[in-house]
């Protein structure tokens, strides 16, 4: 059975870095075809993706935030670890990991999400 | 890939169908999941590639379509459904959500 669980600060000030983790269990990292996903939610928006990490240590960004996004993994903890700099009050939101789920060429889904963190960012 | 998802909330009785479309600004193919949310709650696979249910779903979801319309279908409203619904795709990246539709109570 796979679970998600996001942890990390509730505030951060604007400019500091943030720093959230996506505990998990019921598959490995290192396990070929594996990746986790992370998407945020601001209050009353859409869903946005913002990182992917695969079993080999590919990684993938959003265009749009790729530049202050880094997403490490430690397959040992089964954790994975995403890093926002230089935040501001836009990038409050929930803050998810989900497992994605591949099943051909082109085709994968986020087949189990966590519960998200909600991070608020203000001074 | 922008998607479009009508309405953005409607409002239904238990034991209505409901049907929420999910509109892609080019072709995906079958390359669309859906998703229920529920405040405090874990997002939830409902279907992926289109028109395949997720185990454990209720065979009350259906999702059909391809290319660049999509619907997904409630076929009689539950309690439990009461909940927002997100479409996704997965043909290229950046992988992108609509906009969401919320279902209420009328």
């Known amino acids: 059975q796979i679970t998600l669980t996001e942890s990390g600060p509730i505030l951060v000030k604007p400019t500091q870095t943030l720093t959230l983790t996506c505990s998990f269990s019921?598959?490995?990292?290192?396990?070929?075809?594996?990746?986790v996903g992370w998407i945020r939610q601001p209050p009353g928006k859409a869903l946005e993706w913002l990182a992917f990490i695969f079993w080999d240590d590919d990684k993938q960004y959003s265009p749009s935030l790729k530049n202050r996004l880094t997403v490490t993994k430690d397959t040992s903890k089964n954790q994975v670890v995403l890093t926002m700099t230089s935040v501001d009050p836009v990038d409050t939101a929930t803050y998810y990991c989900a497992h994605r789920r591949s099943y051909g060429p082109g085709d994968w889904c986020f087949d189990l999400w966590g519960r998200g963190t909600l991070v608020t960012v203000s001074s | 890939i922008q998607l479009t998802q009508s309405p953005s909330s409607l409002s239904a009785y238990v034991g209505d169908r409901v049907t929420i479309t999910c509109r892609a600004s080019r072709s995906i193919s079958s390359h669309l999941n859906w998703y229920q949310e529920k405040p405090g709650k874990a997002p939830k696979l409902l279907i992926y590639?289109?028109?395949s249910l997720q185990s454990g779903v209720p065979s009350r979801f259906s999702g059909s379509g391809s290319g660049t319309d999509f619907t997904l279908t409630i076929s009689s409203l539950q309690p439990e459904d009461f909940a927002t619904y997100f479409c996704?795709?997965?043909?290229?990246?950046?992988?992108?959500f609509g906009g969401g539709t919320k279902v209420e109570t009328k």
């Open positions: 019921g598959f490995s990292l290192s396990t070929s075809g594996e990746s």
């Open positions: 996704q795709q997965s043909y290229n990246t950046p992988p992108t």
């Open positions: 590639t289109a028109s």
